[in-house]
């Protein structure tokens, strides 16, 4: 008998160390005061895509500079930001930020994929930072030799991957993208003291 009430003891501890291990997982993460401000802040905001963005379902990709409104800010995939695409169908994108999610991991991430200005906007500007020839490429997602790593970031949106060499004192830096279109497709950017050299699309 007594075999049989340690066991449910033993049990028991085991069950309440679980639930206080888990319970302190759900705490770090943000507090829902700064979900909601989050929420306030982007739903219902116009954007144009920065980066890809692909849906958790079956509806696909919407690529580049496609117009959308954000619909949906939630904590799923270790965060989630819903919009309603050009073709009016709801989109699920998985930010998948490392936990705990926090309000400044969230957002940074909403502005790693969305811009908040159109492209012709953002066009008008550049003018004034790259001039006519690089400020077209942007518009155009395209790179130009010798582009600095900013506007290149402008035209191909975040890399998935960052990788530095030195090679003779000269520092190179490989981006390394991924088509969610083309799986098997892996461009890169490789730049050399801060200016493109060559990619691959």
């Not at 291990?21 to 507090?31: E, F, H, I, Q, S």
């Amino acid at each position: 008998m007594r075999t049989k009430q340690f066991i449910v003891l033993l049990l028991l501890a085991a069950a309440v160390i679980s639930g206080c291990n888990l319970w302190g997982l759900v705490t770090r993460d943000m507090p829902i005061e700064d979900m909601d401000a989050l929420r306030d802040k982007y739903e219902g905001r116009t954007a144009w895509t920065k980066s890809y963005i692909v849906d958790t379902g079956q509806n696909g990709v919407i690529e580049q500079d496609k117009k959308l409104k954000i619909v949906e800010l939630d904590l799923h995939w270790h965060g989630a930001l819903g919009v309603r695409g050009p073709d009016g169908r709801k989109y699920r994108h998985a930010l998948e930020l490392e936990r705990p999610l926090t309000r400044e991991k969230y957002e940074n991430a909403i502005h790693q994929l969305l811009w908040f200005e159109s492209p012709e906007k953002r066009y008008r500007d550049n003018l004034w930072r790259y001039g006519k020839e690089v400020s077209r490429a942007i518009l155009n997602h395209e790179l130009i030799e010798g582009m600095s790593q900013e506007a290149a970031l402008e035209s191909w949106g975040p890399p998935v991957e960052r990788d530095s060499v030195n090679i003779s004192g000269s520092l190179q830096i490989q981006w390394k993208y991924v088509d969610p279109r083309n799986v098997k497709e892996k461009p890169y950017i490789v730049f050399e003291d801060g200016k493109v050299t060559e990619w691959s699309e």
